[in-house]
């Protein structure tokens, strides 16, 4: 098992559903960007929240 998929896995087993469906693109987006890795960490959680609070919204 990849790095990839073993990371994917985990966030699965985490509930971060945005992170683990759209987690190739943003690593993609970070690499185009050369963000550090604090920028990286910090779109990863907001990715996540955005994507949590449309559900949110969409359920409602």
């Known amino acids: 098992m990849s790095q990839l998929e073993?990371?994917?896995k985990r966030?699965?087993?985490?509930r971060?559903?945005?992170l683990?469906?759209?987690l190739v693109?943003?690593?993609s987006e970070?690499?185009?960007s050369e963000w550090s890795?604090?920028?990286?960490a910090e779109r990863l959680?907001?990715?996540e929240l955005e994507q949590r609070h449309g559900s949110r919204v969409q359920r409602n």
């Not at 966030?11 to 985490?14: K, V």
């Open 11 to 14: 966030y699965r087993t985490l």
């Open 30 to 32: 970070a690499e185009a």
């Open 25 to 27: 693109s943003l690593i």
């Open 16 to 18: 971060l559903n945005a």
């Open 37 to 40: 890795y604090l920028n990286f």
């Open 6 to 8: 073993q990371t994917l």
């Open 45 to 47: 959680a907001s990715h």
């Open 20 to 22: 683990s469906r759209d």
